[in-house]
Structures are given as C-alpha cells and as structure tokens.
C-alpha cells in the first residue's frame, strides 16, 4: 500500500477544482427580463408610438443593459482551475470564456488566500487592482494566489485552495 504522504510520492498528472456562485443566477434573470422587456415594447408599442425615437432608444437600451447583464453574470456563474506540469488554467462560465492559462515556468510561488472576499476586488467577476493584481471572484472564499515571477500576482477563488496551492507546489518543485 502506498502511502500519498510520502516525499517520494508524485503529485497527481492533473490537479482540477471549481467554485460555484448560485447567486449569480439573480442578476442574470433580471438581464433576461430587461431583455423580455424590450421585445414586449418592440412588438406592442410599435404599433402605438406617435414617435419612434422613444420608442427605438428604450428598446436598443433594454435589449442592450439585459444582454450585458446576462451574459456578464453567466460569465462568472462558475470557475473551473486546471493545474498540470505545463500550466495553471483558469476558464469562466459554462462556456469557459473568459480564461487564462499561466504557464508555470512564469510562476515562482503560490500560497492560500483564506478569505477572498468581492468586496475587496470590487465586486465579482474578472477584476483587476494596481496593488493587489488581477483575479477571477466568483465567490467569498478561500483562494489561491500565484505569484508570477514578474512581483504581479494572479487571485482565483477555488473550492480545495489548499490543494490547488500542494498541486502547484508540486509541480514548481519537479520543474527546478
């Protein structure tokens, strides 16, 4: 029997986990209803209107703010971490758009984050900040930052931070 404690041990091939934020879906269906309400001006009061500037600029600007609410909170419903020998890999939504793939030889370190929190990033999404980086929040949580070997620095909030931080660890520590 193998003990997985061992120094001698190898790290699994490839380390994956994911963090979920249902409450995500809230925003988005506002974005479908401002989307439902622009079809609903469109088709009932075009027929009404005694001007159509009104009338267009309300419904571009339904369909518009509602498919930029949609799709921006769908985007971050959800994040999926890959780590293997080569790379750290970061993909969004069910789409997996937006991503980032870090190659590990720009990585020099990585350690837990035991509270990553929206409220200090600005909110939830893709998310950038001079003094602390860039990072993907999709929840308040723990989560991982990576430490790239240029003093920047790459925040994403994953279920198991713990063992994405071993996993990238790991694999730093076979690539020297």
Excluded: K
Aim: positive net charge.
């Amino acid at each position: 029997m193998m003990d997985a404690h061992r120094s001698d041990a190898r790290p699994p091939e490839v380390w994956t986990g994911r963090a979920r934020n249902r409450m995500q879906w809230l925003p988005a269906a506002a974005g479908a209803a401002c989307v439902a309400l622009g079809i609903v001006l469109a088709v009932e009061d075009g027929m009404y209107a005694s001007s159509l500037a009104p009338l267009v600029m309300s419904v571009v600007g339904c369909i518009a703010v509602g498919l930029l609410v949609l799709f921006g909170t769908i985007a971050f419903t959800h994040v999926r971490v890959r780590v293997d020998r080569d790379a750290l890999e970061v993909r969004c939504g069910h789409m997996g758009l937006p991503r980032r793939r870090i190659p590990l030889d720009q990585v020099s370190g990585a350690h837990l984050a035991p509270l990553v929190s929206p409220r200090h990033w600005g909110g939830w999404g893709y998310r950038w900040r001079p003094e602390m980086g860039t990072a993907v929040v999709v929840r308040r949580g723990p989560g991982v930052v990576v430490d790239l070997g240029n003093g920047r620095r790459f925040t994403v909030t994953v279920d198991d931070a713990e063992g994405a931080v071993r996993a990238i660890s790991d694999c730093l520590r076979l690539r020297s």
